[in-house]
């Protein structure tokens, strides 16, 4: 039985992409520590990870998708605002925050969290806090390191309106490589 990697996700427009790159380009030229950087084509709001799953079960989780979105019509999101995770003392990943309408993201995530429980999917202990991950601060960065980027993070700030109406969502698989991860869509459902 063949396993793959995949996940539940929101892509995102080109210019929004395009946007979030410039960002990154802006945070690395002041040379921080050891990041690993999201290629800004890769960059999505995820809805679950889903880890390995077996080929199989593709056909169902889209099928789980299609459920969870009915009744949910598009909607908009802002993305706006850099922040880090667990705090700006310790920073081990970067990320741009989501705002806009996010009662239907929200009530479309908890649906997908519900619905797929039963395929065997655990929910995730965590509250759901949408964000967009720009990079992974490296495990050898010292605490010194980590509190210096926290202070260039709090600095920066991402203005501009950066918009854009959600649709689609999207069952990805995702391929580790020595370069990073490569996505790839295996299903798109349409909000209607």
């Known amino acids: 039985m063949e396993q793959i990697r995949a996940f ?14 410039q960002l990154q380009a802006e945070l690395k030229k002041t040379s921080p520590p050891p990041v690993k950087w999201v290629d ?20 169902k989780i889209t099928k789980v998708i299609e459920e969870a979105a009915e009744g949910i019509s598009p909607f908009h999101l802002e993305v706006k605002g850099l922040g880090t995770f667990p705090n700006l003392r ?14 239907p993201l929200s009530q479309l995530q908890r649906r997908i ?9 655990a929910p995730e202990g965590r509250p759901f806090t949408p964000h967009l991950t720009l990079g992974r601060v490296r495990e050898q960065a010292s605490s010194a390191e980590q509190q210096r980027l926290g202070q260039l993070i709090a600095s920066t700030r991402f203005e501009g309106n950066h918009r854009f109406e959600v ?9 580790l490589t020595r370069e990073g991860a490569i ?10």
């Open 8 to 21: 539940i996700a929101i892509e995102l427009p080109e210019e929004i992409k395009s946007a979030l790159g």
């Open 167 to 175: 649709s689609w969502v999207s069952l990805m698989r995702s391929q």
């Open 40 to 59: 800004p084509e890769a960059i999505h709001l995820t809805l679950k990870f889903l880890g390995n799953i077996a080929t199989e079960k593709v056909d």
């Open 90 to 103: 310790k920073v081990r990943v970067i990320w741009v925050g989501v705002e806009g309408e996010l009662a």
């Open 183 to 192: 996505y790839h869509r295996l299903s798109a459902i349409r909000l209607k």
């Open 113 to 121: 969290e519900s619905k797929l429980a039963p395929l065997g999917f």
